[in-house]
């Protein structure tokens, strides 16, 4: 591993120098949404007189009162459905009016001086009463595969389990809400936004105002967070362009707290079916997993609970299916490591069942069943650590001391669990381009349509350029965030340093080719710049790195890895549970920047956390609502619920994934977690949790 390099951006960031979207000088109106309080139905009248003639109050849009649009039929956008568009009610939430003022406080308030009344309709609400209505969708992933006969492995088992698994509707929480200002100058719209990806702003955008997208240019300042909530274009950036052509003039919005629970999505609450066979010393014959997810009704995302189930074990039969309910509740979305993240609550909470069953300790019925082959695609792993991850947590965690028998260990009085689980996650790669320009001062520039979400890209990229072009880190600035640079994916999926990563190299090191031309000598250092520049006349000499994941296109099954050990105990006279020690190994390719990769499992750990013990929203049934809508009352992890967390990689080389030798670390953390605190739990007690959040008084 290459030696850790400090953040960027640390500085600016805790001396409150850096600028998110709500700093940014602004000069327009402020717009603020008055939301609907029933789940679905229909606006019998709206009444907005004294809202229209309050001080401040520039213009009040109700339903139907902007240009029609919809619906979008776009990848890049979160749902398909535009609110204010009519009167429909689709979801708790849904925007009904959209106030502009010159202040954002008098917009909020005048908001509450709309009167609307509804004619409410009986909403469709629980996943579960309405399972029966599970429908496939078709999207990046199939939503159902089979090797094999699961039928035929399981008469050859000698031990079955089968379990119902559940896990809540959980909300991104990101620290900055979203936000966005939208200022037309003619026909050109300049937008600036909260964003993981601004080209898929630009194109969700020109799809829906019917614009060449070359009028739009998207750009993001630093980003407080997005989790997958800002992965998507969603109807505030758009509700604000079309705004902000009808009045005129620029128009900002920036959600409160309380509408980030309704209007930019949400994980969605799981239920999977799963069945494992093996026979009597641990060999997999079956495995069995259907999950279902919540959905929207008219939208189409689908938590693929069950994708990591088709390659993680070496198994003959495997049968997997993932459906949706729709339901009268808001779309949800991708969250921290969607789909593997989820699922792997219910398949390693289901392989601790079947290890208690087999009498065979957790590490080794892993072990026993390491796929060396993807056994569903039947392709080779373009690389795969995970067997030095078991091992090696195995180790560092102390795991030969555990005794298996539940509630056989104590400490001070408190019963002590211990718990593993396996991570597994799909790795992700999207097209990249940078530009890489060597300057007449001794630094190196960097420029991609990249994202500072917090996640380090700027930092990271700085050590790709750096290592290619044999300088120091420091002097290389990276500009990111606008869609006026070269184009790259979003900032999801783990596939940053992936492929933004590859991009950068590749020009760095065509930038080293044609510095070595111009001065007909090897390895030109930065230090030389100034001199060779100045001889041949030019400012700067630039070369462009594209990386298209076709290149190197391998036929190889990709994915990051991890194995997560961790010690729960329940403490006090509640007996409360926490996490108290944790220690994850994780086989992601090349690490490179260990400061930040290890800053980023740390990161995903402690959502995992969250999952395992805090964050359930609970949805009403009566009123089809989510009832939390704040962070007092949706309960993310704090400083002291967090223990002391050891972070190892196994920091191998993936020669396939990309030109960096990475995959990625952005989601892996926060995957099998909430499976080995729920297996901590039941060794410490005996009770078998199959839902998570773990419930304090939880009972066998
Ligand atoms: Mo993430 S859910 O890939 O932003």
Not at 64 to 82: K, T, V
Not at 231 to 252: C, K, N, Q
Not at 346 to 361: F, K, P, R, S, T
Request: net charge negative; glycine share 12%.
């Amino acid at each position: 591993m290459s030696p850790p390099v400090p953040r960027a951006d640390a500085i600016a960031k805790v001396t409150g120098s850096a600028q998110y979207l709500a700093d940014l000088p602004f000069d327009g109106l402020d717009g603020a949404f008055l939301t609907s309080s029933i789940a679905r139905g229909r606006i019998l009248s709206i009444d907005a007189t004294a809202a229209r003639g309050m001080a401040g109050v520039t213009r009040v849009f109700l339903p139907g009162e902007l240009p029609r649009i919809g619906p979008i039929d776009h990848w890049a956008a979160g749902q398909a459905n535009l609110p204010l568009m009519d009167d429909r009610i689709r979801h708790e939430g849904q925007p009904v009016a959209l106030v502009l003022a010159t202040n954002g406080l008098v917009a909020a308030e005048a908001t509450g001086r709309i009167e609307v009344r509804f004619r409410s309709e009986p909403a469709r609400a629980s996943l579960e009463g309405w399972a029966s209505e599970a429908v496939e969708v078709e999207d990046w992933a199939a939503s159902a595969t089979e090797v094999g006969s699961v039928e035929t492995g399981l008469a050859a088992a000698a031990v079955v389990v089968e379990g119902r698994y559940r896990t809540a509707d959980r909300h991104h929480a990101a620290l900055e809400p979203a936000a966005v200002i939208a200022r037309w100058h003619g026909s050109e719209l300049e937008v600036w936004v909260a964003t993981q990806w601004v080209f898929g702003v630009r194109a969700a955008l020109g799809s829906a105002l019917g614009i060449p997208v070359e009028r739009i240019r998207v750009r993001t300042p630093f980003v407080g967070g997005g989790f997958g909530a800002k992965g998507s274009t969603w109807p505030i950036e758009i509700l604000a362009a079309i705004a902000a052509r009808e009045v005129g003039r620029p128009v900002r919005i920036v959600l409160p707290r309380s509408q980030t629970f309704t209007l930019h999505g949400y994980q969605p609450a799981t239920e999977q079916a799963i069945t494992l066979g093996a026979t009597g010393d641990g060999r997999l014959t079956a495995i069995r997993h259907h999950g279902i997810s919540a959905g929207a009704t008219g939208e189409d995302y689908v938590e693929h609970t069950s994708v990591g189930s088709r390659s993680l074990y070496a198994c003959p039969n495997i049968e997997t299916r993932d459906r949706i309910v729709r339901l009268d509740r808001p779309q949800p979305t991708f969250m921290r490591a969607p789909h593997e993240g989820p699922g792997m609550v219910g398949l390693e909470i289901a392989m601790d069942e079947l290890a208690v069953a087999l009498a065979l300790d957790p590490v080794e019925l892993r072990l026993r069943n390491y796929a060396t082959v993807d056994p569903t695609s039947g392709k080779p792993f373009s690389s795969k650590a995970l067997d030095w991850c078991y091992r090696h947590g195995a180790e560092v965690f102390g795991w030969a001391r555990r005794t298996p028998a539940p509630g056989s260990m104590r400490e001070g009085g408190s019963l002590v669990g211990w718990g593993m689980a396996s991570a597994t996650m799909s790795t992700f790669r999207f097209g990249s381009s940078a530009r890489v320009t060597a300057r007449r001062d001794g630094t190196v520039l960097v420029e991609t349509a990249s994202h500072e979400i917090g996640t380090g890209v700027g930092t990271m990229l700085r050590v790709v350029a750096a290592e290619a072009l044999g300088t120091d880190p420091e002097r290389v600035e990276v500009r990111l965030g606008d869609t006026a640079l070269p184009e790259a994916g979003g900032t999801f999926g783990s596939g940053t340093t992936l492929g933004v990563g590859s991009a950068v190299r590749l020009g760095a090191l065509r930038l080293m080719a044609k510095l070595e031309s111009l001065a007909a000598e090897p390895a030109v250092r930065a230090d030389e710049y100034p001199e060779l520049l100045a001889l041949r006349g030019l400012d700067q000499v630039s070369e462009m790195g594209v990386w298209s994941p076709r290149r190197g296109e391998s036929g190889h099954s990709m994915h990051a890895y991890g194995a997560i050990f961790v010690e729960v105990r329940l403490e006090g006279r509640l007996s409360i549970p926490r996490v108290t020690r944790c220690v994850g190994d994780y086989s992601a390719g090349k690490i490179i920047n260990p400061s930040g990769a290890r800053s980023q499992v740390v990161g995903g750990i402690t959502w995992g956390i969250g999952q395992a013990l805090l964050e359930d929203s609970r949805f009403d049934p009566a009123t089809a609502r989510f009832l939390a809508k704040s962070l007092s009352s949706y309960h993310v992890p704090v400083q002291s619920d967090v223990p002391e967390i050891e972070v190892f990689f196994a920091d191998e080389y993936d020669p396939h994934a990309s030109e960096v030798g990475a995959r990625g670390v952005g989601e892996i953390g926060a995957i099998g977690v909430g499976a080995a605190v729920a297996n901590a739990f039941f060794h410490a007690t005996g009770i078998r949790v199959r839902r998570l959040p773990v419930e304090v008084g939880s009972r066998a």
